[in-house]
């Protein structure tokens, strides 16, 4: 890749892909199916274990440093979940590689020859020292081009120490093998890159397998997926602590909104109980009004009867008669008629009584002088 190539790429990583206005290139958003959700991650295989010895080649989705950019710029604003994605296709990987081991472990069996658990424990633990001198070895490397010159020669001290340690372990593993099968070698697989590792490498090849980028590359993938993983639990934690809380607020809402309506239905209940009290109150005040008034009228009545009679009796008028209705001096004339019309009768009654006995009498008379006159 040319300077130029390196600077665009640097530019794109950095800025994202709207740092020119190049709209060709924002026709592909990192949301879209078809960017790999890895690479946005920077945990793709394709990228970490490219020129090693299981190089895997191009990716079939798209990579773009660029897309990655506009990820890390959205990502701080909102939660995306694409680390979901990620651990599905990381962990497809890793399956992929476990089974590759097993079937190596598997060949192994079948080409070796058959040894007791006492030397196989024994050859184990040749293979333990060796793993980590390389790995000390690796890590001394490491820190002297990085230019931690102390540090280095420290573990290298370790390294001398485990080297004293894997002399003795070979010992008694070759006392307790035939000369022969001895210097047979003896392979073993790595659980970590499922590479081949011989009993007997010297430190160079297992600095350089435990130091190489196969090696280390499959240790990020690794690393990454238990990250990624952890990632995922702690958002989906959140997540679901989140919709509890949503859901306490949302019961808490309906609480209340519950205690509103009750204390609204309490409340009309309480005016309406209120208005029909009033009601009651009022009815109760009219219907004593209409008694009142209703009593108040036949006293009147009653009072204007009494004073009619009492006129009519003494044939006098008061002097309070002149300011009657004219309802009132119709009652009054005509109560005066009846009580005239009244008196006439038994006046005459008692002349027509006076002139029967009259006539009785007259009769009586002419009798007795009739009686007389005979004699």
Partial sequence: MSAQAQMRALLDQLMGTARDGDETRQRVKFTDERVCKSHLLNCCPHDILSGTRMDLGECAKTHDLALRADYEIASKARELFFELDAVDHLESFIADCDRRTELAKKRLVETQDEISAEVAAKAETVHELNEEIGKLLAKAEQLGAEGNVDEAQLILQEVEKVRSRKRDAEEEYRNSMPASSFQQQKLRVCEVCSAYLGLHDNDRRLADHFGGKLHLGFIQIREKLEALKKIVT???????????????????????KKRTKSRSRERSREHRSRSRERRRRRSRSSSRERRRSSR?????????????????KGHRHEPSTIHKSSRDQERSSRDHSRERSRKRGSSERRQDSRDQNGRTDSRRAQDRDRDTGGL
Avoid: A
Wanted: aromatic share 0%; net charge positive; glycine share 0%.
């Fill in 234 to 256: 702690d958002k989906q934690e959140k997540r679901n602590q989140d919709r509890l809380k949503r859901r306490e607020e949302k019961e808490k809402e309906e609480m209340m």
């Fill in 296 to 312: 108040s009228r036949s006293r009147d009545r009653e009072r204007k009867r009494r004073h009619s009679r009492s006129c009519s």
